[in-house]
C-alpha cells in the first residue's frame, strides 16, 4: 500500500483521494476568490488615482453603519459642488469621528461619471488589499500544489 506523503492518504482508497481532491479544489477556489477580492480593491483605488478630481467639501454629517462583531464603521457624509451643482455623499473611506467636525472643510476626490462616488484620498491603496491579495496567492498556491501533487500520485 502507497502512502501519499503530504496528505497521509492511500492510493488504495479512492474515496479519500476523492475527499482530498475536493478539499484541495476548496482551497484552490477560496485562494482565487481572496485573489479577485484583492485585486478589486486595488483597482478601485486606482480608478481614483487616475481620474479622481479633487475638490473642496464640506462635512454635513457621520454615518455609522455596524459591521459585525460589535464593530462600527464611521463615514463622513460630505456636500461638495460639481458643475455648478450641489452634491450630497457618504465618502468610501472610513473615517475616525475624534478627528472630524462637523462644518469642516476636506478635500475630497470623486470620479467625473459617477460624482455619488466620493473619497477622501485618491490612489492610496492601503494594507488590506495588499494583505487579502497576498494571501490568496499563497492559499491558493498551497491548493493548487496540493491538488497537483495528488494528481500525479494517483
Do not use: C
Amino acid at each position: 500500500m502507497t502512502m501519499l506523503q503530504t496528505t497521509g492518504v492511500t492510493t488504495s482508497n479512492p474515496q479519500r483521494r476523492s475527499q482530498a481532491s475536493t478539499y484541495a479544489v476548496l482551497v484552490l477556489i477560496l485562494g482565487l476568490v481572496l485573489i479577485g477580492r484583492g485585486g478589486w480593491d486595488m483597482v478601485q483605488a486606482l480608478e481614483f488615482a487616475s481620474h479622481g478630481v479633487a475638490t473642496e467639501g464640506r462635512m454635513v454629517g457621520i454615518n455609522s453603519v455596524h459591521e459585525g462583531r460589535g464593530r462600527m464603521g464611521h463615514y463622513a457624509e460630505v456636500r461638495y459642488v460639481v458643475a455648478g451643482k450641489p452634491v450630497q455623499a457618504i465618502t468610501e473611506d472610513r473615517i475616525v469621528p475624534a478627528e472630524h467636525r462637523l462644518g469642516a472643510k476636506l478635500q475630497v476626490f470623486y470620479l467625473p461619471g459617477d460624482p455619488q462616488r466620493v473619497r477622501l484620498s485618491a490612489g492610496t491603496i492601503g494594507f488590506w488589499p495588499w494583505f487579502i491579495l497576498g494571501l490568496g496567492i499563497a492559499i491558493g498556491g498551497a491548493g493548487a500544489f496540493w491538488l497537483l501533487r495528488l494528481r500525479r500520485r494517483a
